[in-house]
């Protein structure tokens, strides 16, 4: 069994650390709660990812995180996964319990914990917009809360039916797969929705195709897009009268729900907040 490093030591995994406001936020969050731990960036290429887990063991480092293009490679390196990593086949949390490290996938736990603040989504009508790793994250995640009924909506018609059926199939879930072509409109009772494509990211102005006249007033807009924060999705929803919740609000609670699960100690949300909005100067 590899010994526990003297001081509590956790590493960011990625190959092109440059520009990720993590480590900046987590030490914030150390410093704010007096808790004496490490959390170091390391510029990891593809090639040398196993190493790099041969060395979190050898140093005995708690655990970190793990950032593309790393977070599929990674699972068969870990002891162990958890359920919702399995489901989407991606990793973004690590943790040590004695000798073994596990994988965790916290991009959902992030969408729900923002959620909860404004609406409890058990018994609520849910659409998704998108089937890849983060749509999956975000379903695997809300279909724990027993929503009434959770709506696929994708442009590829294979992979919305395979998740539809993933989720009747493990969570015993009332969910259908729905055709996602040209300009979409949406039933004005839906309580949720969440998007969960790539379109926005790194672009503010990129328009998803939704008719934004077809929702309710009371539908919660979810973009877990994170960058940029300010999405065309959340200001024509924010316009529309729709409660919003945007992609920075999603990953400070996720990277609060992993500070919790290394520390044992709940972080204050706003310091984090203050400092993700520092480093990126929003």
Same mark, same amino acid.
């Given at each position: 069994?590899?010994?526990?490093?003297?001081?509590?030591?956790?590493?960011?995994?990625?190959?092109?650390? &440059?520009?990720?406001?993590?480590?900046?936020?987590?030490?914030?969050?150390?410093?704010?709660?007096?808790?004496?731990? @490490?959390?170091?960036?390391?510029?990891?290429?593809?090639? =040398?990812?196993?190493?790099?887990?041969?060395?979190? %063991?050898?140093?005995?480092?708690?655990?970190?995180?793990?950032?593309?293009?790393?977070?599929?490679?990674?699972?068969?390196?870990?002891?162990?996964? &958890?359920?919702?990593?399995?489901?989407?086949?991606? @990793?973004?949390?690590?943790? %040590?319990?004695?000798?073994?490290?596990?994988?965790?996938?916290?991009?959902?736990?992030?969408?729900?914990? #923002?959620? %909860?603040?404004?609406?409890?989504?058990?018994?609520?009508?849910?659409?998704?917009? =998108? $089937?890849?790793?983060?749509? /999956?994250? #975000?379903?695997?995640?809300?279909?724990?809360?027993?929503?009434?009924?959770?709506?696929?909506? &994708?442009?590829?018609?294979?992979?919305?039916?395979?998740?539809?059926?993933?989720?009747?199939? $493990?969570?015993?879930?009332?969910?259908?797969?729905?055709?996602?072509? &040209?300009?979409?409109?949406?039933?004005?009772? /839906?309580?949720?929705?969440?998007?969960? /494509?790539?379109?926005?990211?790194?672009?503010?102005?990129?328009?998803?195709?939704?008719?934004?006249?077809?929702?309710?007033?009371?539908?919660?807009?979810?973009?877990? /897009?994170?960058?940029?924060?300010?999405?065309?999705?959340?200001?024509?929803?924010?316009?529309?009268?729709?409660?919003?919740?945007?992609?920075?609000?999603?990953? @400070?609670?996720?990277?609060?729900?992993?500070?919790?699960?290394?520390?044992?100690?709940?972080?204050?949300?706003?310091?984090?907040?203050?400092?993700?909005?520092?480093?990126?100067? @929003?």
């Amino acid at each position: 069994m590899t010994s526990q490093s003297v001081q509590p030591i956790l590493v960011l995994l990625s190959d092109r650390p &440059g520009g990720n406001p993590t480590e900046f936020m987590v030490e914030q969050a150390f410093e704010h709660h007096d808790i004496e731990w @490490v959390y170091h960036t390391v510029e990891v290429n593809p090639e =040398g990812l196993i190493d790099a887990i041969r060395g979190v %063991r050898a140093m005995g480092f708690i655990g970190g995180h793990v950032s593309h293009p790393h977070k599929e490679a990674i699972l068969p390196l870990l002891d162990r996964c &958890g359920e919702t990593a399995e489901l989407v086949g991606a @990793v973004n949390v690590i943790h %040590r319990e004695a000798d073994a490290l596990l994988g965790e996938n916290f991009e959902g736990r992030g969408l729900v914990a #923002a959620l %909860r603040r404004l609406i409890d989504p058990a018994e609520r009508r849910v659409a998704i917009l =998108g $089937t890849g790793r983060a749509a /999956t994250a #975000a379903a695997c995640e809300l279909a724990r809360l027993r929503p009434a009924q959770m709506a696929i909506y &994708g442009r590829n018609a294979e992979r919305a039916g395979a998740l539809a059926e993933r989720l009747q199939t $493990t969570f015993k879930l009332d969910a259908v797969a729905l055709p996602w072509e &040209g300009e979409l409109e949406l039933p004005p009772e /839906t309580d949720i929705l969440v998007h969960a /494509t790539t379109i926005g990211r790194e672009d503010p102005n990129a328009r998803v195709p939704l008719r934004i006249e077809s929702l309710g007033k009371q539908t919660v807009v979810a973009d877990m /897009t994170a960058d940029p924060p300010d999405t065309q999705l959340i200001r024509e929803a924010a316009e529309h009268g729709c409660p919003t919740i945007e992609g920075l609000a999603m990953y @400070v609670e996720q990277v609060a729900e992993a500070i919790a699960l290394w520390t044992g100690v709940d972080p204050d949300r706003g310091v984090m907040r203050e400092a993700i909005d520092e480093f990126l100067e @929003v």
